[in-house]
């Protein structure tokens, strides 16, 4: 079949300009439009419903040309008469995955009914990390759309999706996806994934997806088919390897990868991304991609508010300056920081990366605080210096958690943080970070305490599956824990379907799990409904150390009636005379009260004493405690009490 020269469809194709730069488009009743770069090819065609059809060379090593076509049609490029047939680098939908051929997907046949959703701005947010193929026991967008009342009814506004770029296997993390367009056909079709974004919107929660634009994965990626300068060996990556972001001919590769961030949210109308591992991201342009990226995504948006959040292992704070200060322009990092210092103070285990930090009182006020802990100083488990000043920052800036995909899987065991402390520390610490003033963010099945790991898992052939499996347990050796676990016993094999399949989780725990439930529950809507927790100015809060295991942070408000106090408390019950700490100073003619305690029965707790009986204080050990200001009846009623002593 030839190219299409048909007047008429040409002025339609006119009419219809593409949406993204490369790629196969409907430009048109029955016209496809198709633009891919390959520099080093002599010949490319498009194979579409089996017919061969030649594109023309263009300027900047790209070709291009239309023929007829029709949605759900399937087809791949051809380049230099190979009797190969390769997916499209920007394929939209891969239905029998990344070694098959692309099919024509039609973005705008969605019917969403979002219209007035504004988007989501940081402030106020609380994050909800997924994996879509484990977030049910069906696996897919239509089943985790069925959740998503229930995460708002739970205080959940943001839902950051695991990334699901098309990979190879038939399960996986994500974070090794080779066609970047291409949701995975493993979760559904793309109207599947749109389908639940709108389902999030119409109950009120934003949807950010985890994007990796550090390195592709090493099974299923053909761009070198395309050409070689996507990638480049000028720079060291961890995972493979590293993207041409500032080398020859990256013009192209930058306008692919700032095409793609601008892609979800246009055509899935996502509320911003999250980006993965940015310290992999190599670029010394005077603009850097990251910057770039940040731009594209709220050009896409218009008028509505998005999200940009980076991991950044050297916590490297430029990411979120404006551009007039030498930053990127980004919204939050991930604070490790306080993960850190969290798991040290409630486990008692200082191994590896958690070495540099000792679970004190002290760090857990800082980070509520400042954020990151270390800001510059010399980081022992480094060798070297980390993070970078951060002191002005607010605390929204700072994703906050106490688990997340990476932190526990590397139990090796893929425990879950209520499974490596005791229950009074854990609903403790849970109260910390839902209470601080950062930005909190669970993972999938921490509200209701899920029995069900989170374990490393990845599905490759049997040689790669080797190499992959020897590679986790030489990451794990780190943790001497671990290593006398894995001398004992062989870690779950990534690549076993049953290591996946335990993964799923079960929400009829939520209801066994009442009490860790309600927990989450009453915490979400404590930080929602009080002035002095949604507060997350900087300077809005203050802490100072009780004891060596016992530490107090005030949160401060306009009004006395919504100022309030957090004592948590790791260690024993605290018996003391007196406090010489003004935070624990009630406000004049008032007295505190207990307006919330983690040991509430109804958490599983034993009941909470009062706190200062004839002046003294007792504070019970392994718990949590909001103080708010008595109200005048209170006092007077108080006062009561005493003479009638």
């Not at 065609?45 to 239309?66: C, E, K, N």
């Not at 990251?290 to 940009?308: F, L, N, P, W």
């Not at 679970?359 to 990151?372: D, F, I, N, R, T």
């Not at 335990?502 to 009490?515: M, Q, V």
Request: proline share 6%.
């Amino acid at each position: 079949m030839s190219t299409t020269t048909d007047s008429a469809k040409e002025k339609r194709a006119r009419s219809a300009p593409r949406r993204l730069p490369v790629g196969v488009e409907m430009v048109g009743p029955g016209v496809v439009h198709a633009r891919v770069w390959a520099p080093a090819a002599e010949e490319v065609a498009i194979v579409l419903d089996g017919r061969d059809v030649p594109l023309t060379a263009d300027t900047g090593g790209y070709f291009s040309g239309q023929t007829e076509g029709k949605i759900g049609s399937r087809y791949g490029f051809r380049v230099n008469r190979s009797d190969r047939l390769y997916p499209d680098p920007a394929s939209r939908f891969q239905p029998d995955g990344p070694h098959g051929l692309s099919e024509l997907v039609d973005p705008s046949a969605f019917t969403w009914s979002d219209r007035l959703w504004p988007g989501v701005s940081l402030a106020g947010q609380v994050l909800y990390e997924l994996h879509t193929g484990t977030f049910t026991t069906q696996g897919t967008w239509a089943a985790a759309a069925a959740e998503l009342e229930e995460l708002a009814r739970l205080g959940i506004t943001v839902v950051e999706l695991m990334p699901v770029a098309e990979f190879d296997g038939r399960f996986g993390w994500g974070y090794d996806g080779v066609d970047l367009f291409a949701p995975s056909h493993l979760y559904g079709r793309p109207d599947d994934l749109r389908a639940f974004v709108d389902r999030a919107h119409a109950v009120g929660i934003g949807v950010i997806l985890d994007v990796v634009y550090n390195h592709l994965g090493p099974v299923g990626n053909y761009l070198r088919v395309f050409s070689e300068s996507y990638f480049t060996d000028r720079y060291e990556n961890e995972w493979g390897d590293a993207i041409n972001f500032d080398g020859a001919d990256a013009g192209p590769v930058r306008e692919f990868f700032i095409a793609n961030a601008g892609y979800w949210i246009d055509e899935y109308h996502l509320d911003g991304l999250r980006l993965d591992a940015t310290q992999q991201i190599f670029d010394n342009s005077p603009r850097n991609v990251i910057s770039a990226i940040g731009d594209r995504v709220r050009e896409r948006a218009g008028k509505r508010r998005t999200i940009i959040v980076a991991e950044n292992e050297p916590q490297d704070t430029r990411l979120v300056r404006p551009a007039a200060q030498g930053g990127y322009g980004l919204d939050a990092v991930w604070n490790d920081d306080l993960h850190h210092s969290a798991m040290v103070a409630v486990t008692g285990r200082r191994e590896a990366y958690y070495s540099d930090t000792k679970g004190e009182p002290q760090e857990l006020v800082s980070a509520a605080k400042y954020g990151y802990l270390f800001q510059g100083q010399y980081y022992h488990w480094q060798r070297k210096r980390r993070g970078t000043p951060g002191l002005d920052l607010p605390p929204s800036r700072f994703v906050v958690f106490l688990q997340n995909h990476d932190q526990v899987a590397n139990s090796a065991r893929g425990l879950r943080g209520h499974q490596l402390s005791s229950p009074g520390r854990w609903r403790a610490i849970t109260a910390y970070l839902l209470l601080a003033p950062g930005t909190p963010m669970l993972f999938q099945g921490q509200e209701f305490c899920a029995s069900s790991p989170f374990l490393y898992f990845a599905h490759h052939d049997a040689e790669l599956a080797a190499a992959v499996r020897a590679g986790r347990a030489e990451f794990l050796s780190q943790f001497p824990s671990v290593s006398d676990f894995m001398a004992q016993q062989e870690i779950d094999d990534p690549a076993d379907e049953r290591t996946f399949v335990r993964c799923k989780l079960d929400f009829s725990e939520r209801e066994t799990n009442e009490a860790a439930y309600s927990l989450h529950r009453d915490l979400l809507a404590l930080r929602r409904d009080s002035t002095a927790f949604r507060n997350q100015r900087a300077g809005g809060v203050d802490g100072a150390v009780l004891s060596r295991s016992a530490f107090v942070l005030r949160y401060f408000t306009d009004t006395i009636e919504d100022l309030r106090v957090l004592i948590v408390n790791l260690g024993g019950d605290l018996t003391r005379a007196s406090y010489s700490e003004p935070l624990l100073a009630p406000p004049a003619d008032r007295d505190w009260v207990v307006e919330w305690s983690s040991e509430d029965p109804r958490y599983g707790g034993g009941g909470t004493p009062h706190l200062s009986v004839h002046g003294r204080w007792s504070l019970p050990g392994a718990a949590a405690i909001v103080l708010a200001p008595s109200t005048r009846r209170q006092m007077r009623a108080t006062k009561i009490r005493r003479r009638t002593a």
